[in-house]
């Protein structure tokens, strides 16, 4: 028995010219599914195949890989109008024999939290600060010098609580001048072979070996020489982390 589907054919094109006379990117074609062969028919042109294995691209798209009459290995891509249909074709094309199916990566889930930095910016400022007076104080005889560092001082605090406010706007919380205790950074955590922290500027990545349980909102995990201070804004997001933070990592302790 064959069942015919009618696809879309994605072309690779290797010159110019080829490109010229098969015409668009994407185009419409039939894809027939035996028992043991399948064949795509386009434009009277027709390439038969023995599958050996399906690839998924997307919920609608997969690539199949075989041999043709002449025991070359081919591979052609197709394009369904509904995801349905597409896992309908390929259910009937890994029924054939030795079909090997590669699936889609799960989507990872992300969920945000806020994580407290190690780093303090405010014993930095501060030693801009003393810097800056050093050399007025020793200064004091000559009034043009005193001006002008003066004017340097003011500058560089102003620029300074800039770039604090902007920093708060795209990753931090709290406003500019609260520089002398921890701030909470923006991330958004997720679990595979490695507990992952995104932000919006970089990646970092550890395996985790202790959860401390600072409340309901809180708790900090431990790994590698890392320590994380996490919060999260409600109790199932925290939950739901360390539920997967302990299934990946069995020899996990918590307390």
Do not use: C
């Not at 990566?105 to 801009?128: K, S």
């Not at 104080?137 to 004017?151: C, G, N, T």
């Amino acid at each position: 028995m064959t069942v015919t589907f009618r696809v879309e054919l994605k072309h690779s094109f290797y010159s110019f010219r080829e490109s010229v006379r098969i015409g668009p990117y994407w185009t419409p074609a039939q894809l027939s599914v035996s028992d043991d062969s399948l064949s795509v028919s386009q434009k009277g042109r027709t390439i038969e195949l023995r599958a050996r294995r399906v690839r998924w691209r997307s919920a609608e798209s997969f690539s199949i890989a075989g041999l043709d009459n002449h025991s070359t290995l081919k591979t052609v891509i197709v394009r369904f109008e509904t995801p349905q249909l597409a896992s309908r074709a390929a259910s009937l094309i890994l029924e054939q024999n030795s079909v090997a199916e590669q699936k889609l990566p799960e989507p990872r889930r992300e969920i945000e939290a806020l994580v407290l930095n190690a780093a303090r910016v405010g014993p930095y400022f501060l030693l801009v600060i003393l810097s800056a007076l050093l050399p007025l104080l020793a200064s004091l005889y000559h009034r043009l010098e005193i001006l002008r560092l003066a004017v340097s001082f003011l500058f560089i605090s102003i620029l300074y609580l800039s770039l604090a406010r902007i920093s708060d706007s795209r990753l931090l919380s709290g406003p500019a001048w609260s520089f002398l205790r921890k701030r909470p950074v923006r991330v958004w955590l997720s679990v595979d072979d490695e507990l992952n922290i995104r932000t919006l500027d970089e990646h970092d990545a550890f395996r985790p070996s202790r959860i401390i349980w600072m409340g309901f909102l809180r708790f900090i995990v431990e790994g590698e020489h890392r320590r994380l201070d996490i919060s999260f804004p409600e109790a199932s997001n925290a939950v739901i982390l360390a539920r997967a933070v302990r299934e990946r990592f069995p020899n996990l302790r918590e307390n």
